[in-house]
């Protein structure tokens, strides 16, 4: 059963950076696809970034381009999402999410097979 962990949110004010960071454990992480989503309230969870199992691909929303970066560690089974620029429209619950790698990196949710808990991410004005 392959465990995903979020941590590295919290509160950061306009203009900031956060990193967050997503610990894999329980399979083959150099397999797996994943990606970030984000949750503000009262609105559908939406994909934010994504990147193959190899670190090769990457893909972002529009409104994260070059703002957010997404990058992996394989030997360390983690997979990280650099928040720089933030903007108060950024708060929302982020989640990381995995999936067996395939031929292109999914962003509708229900691709992704296995999910953290999610971390806050809070962006004052």
């Known amino acids: 059963q392959v465990q995903l962990v979020e941590s590295g949110g919290g509160l950061a004010q306009a203009g900031g950076s956060l990193r967050l960071s997503c610990a894999a454990s329980?399979?083959?992480?150099?397999?797996?696809?994943m990606g970030w989503f984000r949750q503000a309230p009262g609105k559908e969870r939406e994909f934010a970034a994504g990147?193959?199992?190899?670190?090769?691909?990457?893909l972002y929303t529009d409104s994260v381009k070059g703002r957010f970066t997404i990058s992996r560690d394989n030997a360390k089974n983690a997979v990280y999402l650099q928040l720089n620029s933030l903007k108060p429209e950024d708060t929302a619950v982020y989640y990381c999410?995995?999936?067996?790698?395939?031929?292109?990196?999914?962003?509708?949710?229900?691709?992704?097979?296995?999910w953290g808990p999610g971390i806050q991410v809070t962006v004052s004005s």
């Open positions: 329980g399979g083959t992480f150099s397999t797996f696809d």
């Open positions: 990147i193959d199992r190899r670190g090769a691909r990457t």
């Open positions: 999410a995995a999936r067996s790698g395939g031929l292109y990196i999914p962003t509708v949710a229900t691709l992704y097979r296995y």
